[in-house]
């Protein structure tokens, strides 16, 4: 653990001892509660098993952050209040967080009781209330943490373990360089996922707040800093390092940012497609420049989070300015990292399914553990999260791309759920600069970016809707259907939209024109049902 001296000695070793002794399982209880491999709820030693040799390393009076889960009260049903017809983005919001909030102060109250009586202070890193999950972090001594553990409303406790970032970098065909293209023309993988044709249509994503986790982003670049929403519930840094401004040391997540929204040197023009709408300058490299963003850093300069961190960081997105009555969490969420190596890791899951939820999609990035099969990394293998792999500018898999099956969900799951642009991308870079980069971190934010477009059209998706909607309309890659290379296909904003909205391809047949040879000119744009074909004429841009 990082800042967490293990101090191997003989003084630790007899504590550990001493301590398992009030905390011996029932006759036959480990064998039964390890079954499946959840912990048995009456055996304190089973619940400790993730952290056992921490503790036994610890110095008399020493501490340690852990990580403990409570179990949902009896009376709980399986989820928290989902979205229904007659509730508003903010009902389904409040609702959600309010209901979480009561769950885990209805599970902590032997437990807060505890540490009180232990000179814990709630507010303080001592004990981090972690609603979201139904958790508290806790720093304590190690007989503190047994004592936590021999609570029969605490499920598990588990290290608050260091988490290292990992960005695919260079990892490409012999082929591959940085794409080129004509004057302002929009860059490939925006062309590609069709974000300029929602453009012409007025979509910029404005209304639409989206989300990054990731390793901050430099608010002064000039394509950021005007989308940036401001004030104090649009920015976080668990580690408190930067506590009121976003800041970015590594880069990675400012050119995750500017995929989503970054602007063309921070202007929106006047478009033709309707009277007062905004279009980004034809060289704009954010898939929804009008769209506003939020962050939280979870990663620190050395590339390294904490798991407390995370979760942290998780349930601020839920709640930014501490007010469940105020629906101030972002529409979209984009997570472009993912825990080391292929597997299943469930530690996020409850996170992430809290936002669910909640209405929120979880975008994540597919991971850069390809190319072999059933590489799916966690928590985009996670069946509430949605995968996104990457692509190139030739619509050929990137090689770094995870595939599935997927290692969380079973294996009738497909993973990733579609793939979109993923290498030379170009995007916003530190001090102002531009950068390409490449791997699924890059992919991801395009999916990100491309809901907060449809979304700004269509607010009342909810998250399940969006990503069937995603799924359905996605441009199909190799062999016919869904597979795990590719998933459902390459992201189609535009067949999206046209999906959602009363828009048809009306094709013009325009007669001989004097000596000339007949002229055939097929008109390409998806209008309403109602217009006739001399009003499509007219709407041409």
Known sequence: MSGVPVVQSA????????????VTCP??????????????????EDKLAAVRPLLAGLDAGETVTVIVLFRDPEHASGGVGRATGEQSRAERLSTVVKELQARAAASQRSAQRLLRARGLRQGTQEIVTLWMING???TAPAEVIYKLAEL????QVLPNREIVGRWEKGRLSEDARAPEREGNAPTWNLAHVGAPALWQRGLLGEGIVVA???????????????????????????YGEFPSWPVDVDGHGTAVMGVMVGRARGCLSQSKASEGARAPEEGGIGVAPGAQWIAARIF????????????????????PDGNPDTPDAPHVVNGSWSLAGAGCALEFQRDVRALREAGILPVFAAGNAGPGPATSTSPANYPEAFAVGAT???????????RGPAACGGEEKIFPDLVAPGVLVRTTGLQGGYTYETGTSMAAPHVAGGLALLLSAFPDLDADEQAELLRRTAADLGPPGADNESGYGRLDLLAAYRRLSSEVVVSLFLPQVGNEAPLIRPYSSYLPLIWSAQEAIERRD
């Open 27 to 44: 006759s036959g209880a480990r064998a039964e509660g390890r079954r499946d491999g959840v912990p048995n709820p009456e055996c304190a």
């Open 300 to 319: 620190r300069g050395d590339n390294k989070a904490t798991a407390l961190a995370i979760h942290q960081a998780f349930q601020w997105l839920l709640d």
């Open 136 to 138: 508290l972090g806790v």
């Open 392 to 402: 190139d500018e030739r619509e050929r898999l990137y090689e770094g791309s995870s």
């Open 152 to 155: 029969p409303e605490v499920v």
């Open 212 to 238: 990054s986790l990731d390793t901050g982003v430099d608010v002064d670049h000039p394509d950021l800093v005007e989308g940036w929403r401001g004030g104090g519930n649009s920015w976080f840094d668990p």
């Open 11 to 22: 003084l630790g070793v007899i504590l550990f001892c001493a301590l398992l002794v009030g």
